[in-house]
């Protein structure tokens, strides 16, 4: 027990008449190069770190307004499935951790749809809540991939993903795996079209995601030292018996490696996203 936080500090806050909606999170210590960031400067500086550059989690909000043009999108409706499709339970319900997850993210899924146009290009673009069990891939979220693609071909646009994901959802079984297979497809039609599919992978992607529609894109953006992969780093040492290298799955050594395009600095990835859209929505 810390008594000075757990006794002492509630009773000076009580004395001198703290109030208790107060905000106590006025700052935010950065997990790379462990200097104290005040919170507000984080949050106006897209959520990186002003001194190495660490790019922390940001809310889907964030990512689209800083997509679009003018910040102008307009929500699309996920798709909607029965709760717990195969009465999953473990230590807790798989219907209660779905309203654990609802209530503390305030979303229904682990999945957001947008559209609207990025420098002037038609543009669907949907973005995933690492949040929300861990951006898991479900019934829901796989079904509103398919028709955020759907919806990219009917309307001639580009479809540009935003993955953060531990990979498919466990407490769904074989239907969550299911969701590969379709992802990939939906996307393959959109490409027959000439449409472009551009993913940029965000710390983490992983799993059953990283290993279906994530893979596909016709151009792959990761964010600075992003965690991709598909199995942890101690599993595949296990199975190869073998020191995998410094850095393995993160992002530059991925695109040293042939598997991501580009590593871009949140702050520009804008600008390449409408340079790219611009060489493959050019008619």
Same mark, same amino acid.
């Given at each position: 027990?810390?008594?000075?936080?757990?006794?002492?500090?509630p009773k000076?806050?009580?004395?001198?008449g703290?109030?208790?909606?107060?905000?106590?999170?006025?700052?935010?210590?950065?997990?790379?190069c462990?200097?104290?960031?005040?919170?507000?400067?984080?949050?106006?500086?897209?959520?990186?770190c002003?001194?190495?550059?660490?790019?922390?989690?940001?809310?889907?909000?964030?990512?689209?307004?800083s997509?679009?043009?003018?910040?102008?999108h307009?929500?699309?409706?996920?798709?909607?499935?029965q709760?717990?499709?195969?009465?999953?339970?473990?230590?807790? @319900?798989? =219907?209660?951790?779905?309203?654990?997850?609802r209530?503390? !993210? /305030? +979303?229904?899924?682990a999945?957001?749809? &947008?559209? #609207?146009?990025?420098?002037?290009?038609?543009?669907?673009?949907?973005?995933?809540?690492?949040s929300?069990?861990?951006?898991?891939?479900?019934?829901?979220?796989g @079904?509103? =991939?398919?028709?955020?693609?759907?919806?990219?071909?009917? !309307? /001639? +646009?580009?479809?540009?993903?935003?993955? &953060?994901? #531990?990979?498919?959802?466990?407490?769904?079984?074989i239907?969550?795996?299911?969701?590969?297979?379709?992802?990939?497809a939906?996307?393959?039609?959109?490409?027959?079209?000439?449409l472009?599919?551009?993913?940029?992978?965000?710390?983490? !992607?992983?799993?059953?995601?990283?290993?279906?529609f &994530?893979?596909i894109?016709?151009?792959?953006?990761?964010?600075?030292?992003?965690?991709?992969?598909?199995?942890?780093?101690r599993?595949?040492?296990?199975?190869?018996?073998?020191?995998?290298?410094?850095?393995?799955?993160?992002?530059?050594?991925?695109?040293?490696?042939?598997?991501v395009?580009?590593?871009?600095?949140?702050?520009?990835?804008?600008n390449?996203?409408?340079?790219?859209?611009n060489y493959?929505?050019?008619?």
């Amino acid at each position: 027990m810390n008594w000075i936080r757990d006794v002492v500090t509630p009773k000076i806050k009580a004395f001198i008449g703290v109030r208790s909606n107060i905000e106590e999170n006025l700052w935010t210590k950065c997990p790379s190069c462990e200097r104290m960031i005040y919170t507000k400067e984080l949050e106006e500086n897209m959520m990186v770190c002003g001194y190495c550059s660490h790019h922390f989690k940001l809310s889907i909000k964030a990512r689209f307004d800083s997509l679009f043009d003018e910040a102008k999108h307009e929500p699309i409706q996920i798709v909607k499935v029965q709760d717990d499709p195969i009465k999953y339970k473990d230590t807790k @319900k798989y =219907i209660d951790r779905l309203k654990d997850a609802r209530t503390k !993210t /305030k +979303s229904e899924e682990a999945i957001h749809i &947008a559209q #609207g146009t990025v420098d002037g290009y038609n543009v669907v673009a949907f973005a995933m809540d690492f949040s929300f069990m861990g951006g898991s891939m479900g019934l829901s979220v796989g @079904k509103s =991939i398919v028709k955020a693609a759907q919806i990219a071909a009917e !309307t /001639k +646009s580009a479809l540009i993903a935003f993955t &953060a994901s #531990g990979g498919a959802r466990m407490q769904e079984g074989i239907l969550s795996l299911m969701q590969m297979p379709s992802t990939i497809a939906a996307i393959c039609d959109l490409k027959e079209q000439n449409l472009p599919f551009i993913n940029v992978i965000t710390n983490p !992607t992983t799993g059953g995601v990283l290993a279906s529609f &994530a893979m596909i894109g016709d151009i792959h953006i990761a964010e600075p030292n992003a965690l991709i992969g598909f199995a942890g780093v101690r599993v595949i040492e296990k199975t190869i018996k073998q020191k995998l290298p410094e850095g393995f799955q993160r992002s530059e050594f991925l695109k040293d490696h042939g598997m991501v395009d580009i590593v871009v600095n949140r702050h520009n990835l804008n600008n390449k996203i409408k340079q790219i859209l611009n060489y493959t929505m050019r008619k």
